[in-house]
RNA sequence: GGUGCGCUAGUUCAGUCGGUUAGAAUACGUGCCUGUCACGCACGGGGUCAGGGGUUCGAGUCCCCUGCGCACCGCCA
C-alpha cells in the first residue's frame, strides 16, 4: 500500500498514529540538525519532519531531495510545537521514520506553488506540472462538479444522455470545418462537428423527446481568450415544446446551477428583453447587467441646431456614467482615443459634464445650456455624472457606444466577477445581410423557425423576419443559445431558398434531415450552452483555457504536444494527399 | 488577413542619451545553522540580449525583415 492517508486530511486529533503519506516534495527547508519537507498531493500539503535522532538513512534520504521528487514517507502523526494558521493541515507534521524515494525529479522550469513565477507560454508547455498547481487542481474540480450538476438536473428532468458521432459530413455553411481524410474512402473527407445540430434533431425525428450530451465541439476559427477550436457544449434538445417551455426549464437548469456549484439562491425569474430592445439599450445582443447606464437615443434632442456632425447621422445615442463628472480632460481625452481606435472605429466623442452650477460640454458652441441639459437628462444623468455621446448609422454608433460603456464600467470596477446578472435574449432577427457576399445569412442557423407573424415578409423583407430564437446571457458574455426548429420539410425547403441554396444544394447537403422531416417529424426544438465559458464564469476567470486541462495556444497549437505537426510520406501516400508549399497557396 | 504590446540568466524582470567586464530577485549548487513554513547567513556556477540583415568607430539599446507569445478587429451559421 503506497499510503495511508492524503496530504491534506491529517488533523490534530490523528495525533500519534502511524502514517504512510506519498507525494511530492514542494519544499525542503533544511535547518542542519533537522529538515522539514512540505509534502503535496492534491489534497493538501503535509510538513514532514526529520529530526536530529532520526535514523542515519532517514537523514541520508531526506537530505537527496529535490523539488518535485515523488517519495512515500512512513512516519508518526505530532502535534507541532510552533503550529502554522495559515495551513489546514499546521497543527499537524508528521515525523518520519522512513522515506522511500519513489522516483526522481528535474528542477521544475517554473516553480509549482499556489502563484507560480511562471509564464503563460511556458506553464503551457509543461501543462502537467502547471495542473499540479492548486488554482489549475480548483479549476479542474469546479469543472467536475458543474458535469456531475447537469448531469443530476437533467436525468431528474427525464433528460437522456446519447453520443453523437464525431466523424460526419462537411457542411460548408458556418464555421470553417475541420476535416479527416478517409483512407478507405480515397479523396473523401469526414468533417468534425461544429455542433451535433443536425443529429440531434434527428433523434426528435426518433422520437427521443428528451436529449442531451455534454459534448465536444469543432470550428476552424482563429482563436480568442474565451475561444477554443474544440469547445464543450451542453447540447439539449426537446419535442413538443414550445420557446417557453425550454425557457422554463433551462431557467431552472440555470438557478440549479448557481445553487449547487455556488451556493447562490436566485429566485427572481430572469429579465428577458428582445434583441431590439437589447441593441438600442446597451448596444449589444449580449448586455452586461451588472450595472446600468443605459443608452437613450437623443437623435431628435440633437438634430435641427445646425450642428452638422449630429445633423448628418442617421442616430445620435448617449449614456450617463454615473459620478464621472470628476473625469479630467486627460481621461475624457484617453476616452476619446478609445473610441477612436480602429477595433472600436469611431470618429470621435461626445462630452457632457454634469456641474453643480450647470452643464459644461464639447457642444456648448452649438447648443443653448437648456437644449444640452435636455439632452443629457433624456440620457437619465443626475449631478455629477458625465454624459457620452456618439453619432453614426444606428447599429454602428450602438456598438461603438457599447465598448465605450464596457470600458468606462471596467474602469469603475463594476464588472464585478462575483456578480450574476443572467438574462435572456430574445427575438433575435431571422437573417443578417453581409455585405461582403450581398446575401442574408442565417443569424442563428438555416434550422430555425420564423415567427410565424413574420412570415408574410419572408421574400418582400427578409430583414425583418424575426426568428424563435434565444441566447443565455450573463455578465456580457453568451452563455448558450437555442431555437425552435423547423419540423416541416416544405418550411424548411424555403428557408434554404431565402439563403440562397438552390434546391439541388440544399439536398445535397441537408438532404439527409430534409428527407427525415418527410416520416413525422414532431414540433422541437432546444439550446446549447458553453460549458467552458460557463465554469470560467463560475470561476470568475476572463479566459476559459484555465477550464481546459490541455488547452491549444492563440495559434491554434498545443506547444505540449508539438501538434499540429508533419505526417509521414507513407501516412501520405495512403490517403492519397500531397503537400504543397505554402508559397504556392 | 489586420492592429497593438512583448521577446535579456532555469524563471520573473531592470538595463538611462548608442559607449568599459550586461545586472537584481528568485531558482540551482556547496558550506553553516534545532522549530522552519517566502527560513536565515556565506560562497559559487549560470547569458546565441529570439533569429537574420542594416546604420555606426561602437548596437541589448536605432532601422528593416522573419519567427514566437499575448490581447484585440475581421472571422466564429
Redesign the pocket.
Given at each position: 500500500m503506497y499510503r495511508t492517508h492524503t496530504c491534506g486530511c491529517l488533523r490534530a486529533e490523528d495525533v500519534n498514529k502511524t502514517v504512510t503519506l506519498a507525494g511530492w516534495v514542494q519544499?525542503?527547508?533544511?535547518?542542519?540538525?533537522?529538515?522539514?519537507i512540505?509534502l503535496r498531493d492534491r489534497y493538501g500539503i503535509t510538513?514532514i519532519?526529520v529530526?536530529?535522532?532520526s535514523s542515519e538513512e532517514t537523514k541520508a534520504t531526506a537530505?537527496q531531495l529535490?523539488?518535485e521528487y515523488v517519495i512515500q514517507v512512513i512516519g508518526n502523526v505530532?502535534e507541532?510545537?510552533?503550529?502554522?494558521s495559515?495551513?489546514v493541515t499546521?497543527d499537524i507534521?508528521v515525523?518520519a521514520t522512513t522515506i522511500r524515494i519513489l522516483n526522481q525529479a528535474q528542477?521544475?522550469?517554473?516553480?509549482i506553488?499556489e502563484v507560480?513565477?511562471?509564464?503563460?507560454?511556458?506553464?503551457?508547455k509543461y501543462r502537467y506540472l502547471d495542473l499540479r498547481r492548486p488554482p489549475l487542481q480548483r479549476a479542474m474540480i469546479l469543472r467536475h462538479k458543474m458535469a456531475q450538476a447537469i448531469r443530476t438536473f437533467l436525468d431528474k428532468e427525464g433528460f437522456l444522455e446519447i453520443e453523437t458521432p464525431y466523424l460526419i459530413g462537411s457542411?460548408p455553411?458556418?464555421?470553417?470545418d475541420f476535416v479527416v481524410p478517409s483512407r478507405m474512402n480515397p479523396n473523401q473527407f469526414y468533417a468534425l462537428?461544429?455542433?451535433p445540430?443536425?443529429l440531434k434533431q434527428l433523434l426528435m425525428v426518433a422520437g427521443y423527446d428528451k436529449y442531451f450530451q455534454i459534448v465536444r465541439c469543432f470550428?476552424d476559427?482563429?482563436?480568442?481568450?474565451?475561444?477554443q477550436p474544440e469547445f464543450t457544449q451542453i447540447d439539449c434538445e426537446m419535442s413538443f415544446v414550445e420557446q417557453e417551455d425550454i425557457l422554463e426549464v433551462f431557467e431552472r437548469w440555470a438557478k440549479h446551477m448557481f445553487h449547487t456549484v455556488l451556493g447562490m439562491e436566485l429566485t427572481e425569474p430572469f429579465l428577458r428583453m428582445t434583441w431590439a430592445e437589447a441593441m438600442e439599450r446597451y448596444g449589444s445582443d449580449k448586455p452586461d447587467l451588472r450595472f446600468g447606464m443605459e443608452f437613450s437615443d437623443v437623435t431628435a434632442l440633437a438634430q435641427g441646431h445646425g450642428f452638422s456632425v449630429f445633423d448628418d447621422a442617421e442616430y445620435v445615442t448617449g449614456f450617463a456614467a454615473t459620478g464621472c463628472a470628476t473625469y479630467t480632460r486627460k481621461q475624457i481625452d484617453a476616452l476619446t482615443e478609445f473610441v477612436k481606435?480602429?477595433?472600436?472605429?469611431a470618429k470621435g466623442l461626445i462630452w457632457i459634464r454634469m456641474e453643480e452650477g450647470g452643464t459644461k460640454s464639447s457642444i456648448d458652441k452649438f447648443y443653448t445650456p437648456e437644449e444640452v441639459r435636455a439632452m443629457a437628462e433624456r440620457c437619465g444623468a443626475k449631478t455629477g455624472d458625465m454624459v457620452f455621446i456618439l453619432c453614426g448609422k444606428k447599429f454602428k454608433a450602438l456598438?461603438q457606444l457599447c465598448?465605450l460603456r464596457l470600458e468606462v464600467a471596467e474602469q469603475l470596477g463594476l464588472r464585478d466577477p462575483k456578480k450574476f446578472a443572467p438574462m435572456w435574449v430574445i427575438d433575435f432577427p431571422m437573417f443578417?445581410w453581409?455585405?461582403?457576399t450581398q446575401r442574408f445569412?442565417?443569424?442563428?442557423?438555416?434550422?430555425?423557425s420564423p415567427k410565424l407573424e413574420d412570415a408574410q415578409y419572408m421574400e418582400s423583407d427578409p430583414g425583418r423576419v424575426r426568428a424563435n430564437a434565444y441566447d443565455f446571457v450573463c455578465n456580457g458574455t453568451e452563455i448558450g443559445g437555442g431555437s425552435i426548429r423547423i419540423h416541416d420539410a416544405k418550411l424548411q425547403a424555403q428557408i434554404f431558398k431565402a439563403l440562397g441554396f438552390t434546391p439541388e444544394k440544399a439536398q445535397a447537403q441537408f438532404g439527409f434531415l430534409m428527407n427525415a422531416f418527410k416520416f413525422g417529424a414532431p414540433p422541437h426544438g432546444g439550446l446549447a450552452f458553453g460549458f467552458d465559458r460557463l465554469c470560467s464564469l463560475f470561476g470568475g476567470a476572463?479566459?476559459i483555457?484555465d477550464y481546459i486541462a490541455f488547452p491549444?495556444?492563440?495559434?491554434g497549437?498545443d506547444?505540449m504536444l508539438d501538434a499540429p505537426s508533419l505526417i509521414d510520406q507513407t501516412q501520405l501516400d495512403e490517403l492519397c494527399l500531397q503537400l504543397v508549399k505554402p508559397a504556392e497557396?
Open positions: 519544499k525542503v527547508r533544511n535547518l542542519g540538525a533537522m529538515t522539514f512540505d510538513q519532519v529530526e536530529e535522532h537530505a529535490g523539488r505530532l507541532r510545537s510552533a503550529k502554522n495559515k495551513m499546521g507534521e515525523a528542477t521544475p522550469p517554473f516553480t506553488e507560480s513565477d511562471g509564464g503563460d507560454d511556458l506553464r503551457m457542411t455553411e458556418g464555421a470553417r462537428p461544429q455542433s445540430q443536425t470550428r476559427e482563429d482563436l480568442r481568450a474565451d475561444r481606435r480602429p477595433q472600436v472605429g456598438t465598448a443578417e453581409d455585405e461582403e445569412y442565417a443569424m442563428h442557423h438555416p434550422f430555425t476572463d479566459s483555457r491549444k495556444n492563440n495559434n497549437r506547444v497557396k
